[in-house]
């Protein structure tokens, strides 16, 4: 237990807890403060010692339900045993995103700000959902969604609010999408609307899965996702995009969206955003810009130029839970047609209509599919201001630099491919090693595939690294994801050592 200062001798917080768990409330404040140094200190413990335990814990699917009882506690326990519990049967457990080591999927990262955020997220428990239900989680949302606009240098033409994830995000742009595009979808639905012709999205053939699932669930259907080619550098062709809504407009279809992505989730490739700006225009159609992982990279002026073109998308999608340090979870929806995504979710019951309405508000409930929602705002201001624009700018870059580095060991090793550009702070590459003579190009890949997948295997199991994979043009890739805020260069340095040694292991 830790000192404070001024305290007397505190105590047992198992005690406490059990005396005032016979009451009908909550903790006193002096039973709380105790509560929440016993928790603080398990949660410094954690992540001083975080980087000592597997990343990837070696777990069999279906082993852990067996640790917990069966029934639920009938009596109060004491927090001490919570905590031992804590401890020993779910911190070890965890897949450990705070790891250094973790280099798989995109990294999400808790900052000590993103922790002190959700802390006094939790301890104010607002629900945003009417301005009423909370003012200053309302304007505050509008205040951050502005900071972080401006970060990325976007218009003041963009409004926007915070969700819980990039597809939810995209779910709510695409509603609005379909609105825009005279459907009147949310009154009437799409089913036996067939005169309509069925309203159509194009994505590139890497756009990430979040966007055919919000086909699916706004009754637009996956089919009509239409999976747009792409060039050598996985971005998608404007070309061919062209031609898929022409040829749609021939068939009968409705062309309703475009959705360009500015760092694809398995290689982060840049789709070129102007020309496929031009083409939406044409049509007047929507443009959904999805830089879930990527977009924060707008924040660098020098990188500026990558996402020119993006300030005349309708609406654009930017994960700080993915490479702004914040916990999961925090999407940013930005667009210039509030009022779109207003037509496709709003719907005002009785007893959620404000009476004494004086002055016009903003309820943001009415812009999405769900009614409460988190006071995420608060968590970005802590952050926003802990680190400043040039704390998170000099991380990113950094990362991006670390990437650099591995993008080029890779290059400079023969047994080594890499399958993708690498713009941003993600390397796809294979172990690459000859095979026996006048291999076929096939033949290659099957190997290839097969070696990989267990030399990914391999690495995994170490437990100082977690790396993911995709495939690209057919071909399996291990992925190396950076972006964790604990990754230091040794870090990374030591992850190319393990693949390396690794893949020497299994020749
Ligand atoms: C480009 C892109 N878009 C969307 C998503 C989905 O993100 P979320 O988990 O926030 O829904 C991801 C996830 O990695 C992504 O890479």
Known sequence: MPEHEGEDEEEPIGAVLFEQSQGLTDLDPDALRTALHAAVEVVVAHLAGVADRPVLPAIEPGSLVGLFPATPPEAAEALETILA????????????????????????????????????????????????????GTELEQVVVGWLRQAVGLPDSYDGFLNDTASTSSLIALGGAREQAGLDASELGLAGRAALGAPRIYASEEAHSSIEKAAMTLGIGRRNVVRVATDGALRMRPDALAAAIDSDLEAGFRPVAVVATLGTTSSTAIDPIGPIADIAARHGLWLHVDAAYAGVVAMLPERRADFAGWERADSIVINPHKWLFTPIDASLLLTRRMERLRDAFSLVPEYLRTLDRSSPVRDVNEYTPQLGRRFRALKLWVLLRWFGLEGLRRRIRHHIEQAQAFAS??????????????????????????????????????????????????????????LSHTRLDGRFAIRVALGQIRTEDRHVARAWEILRREAAALS
């Open 409 to 466: 060991w890779v290059d400079a090793d023969p047994s080594f491919e890499r399958l993708a550009p690498a713009p941003f702070s993600t390397v796809c590459l294979r172990y690459a090693p000859p095979g026996p003579p006048r291999e076929s190009g096939r033949a290659r890949d099957e190997r290839l595939d097969s070696l990989n997948q267990d030399l990914l295997e391999a690495v995994n199991r170490t437990g100082e690294v977690f």
């Open 85 to 136: 519990d804590y401890r020993a049967l779910i911190e070890p457990n965890a897949t450990q995103w705070q790891h250094p080591g973790f280099m798989a999927y995109f990294p999400t990262s808790s900052s000590a700000a993103g922790i002190v955020g959700e802390l006094l997220m939790t301890s104010l428990s607002q629900n945003p959902m009417l301005w009423r239900t909370s003012p200053i």
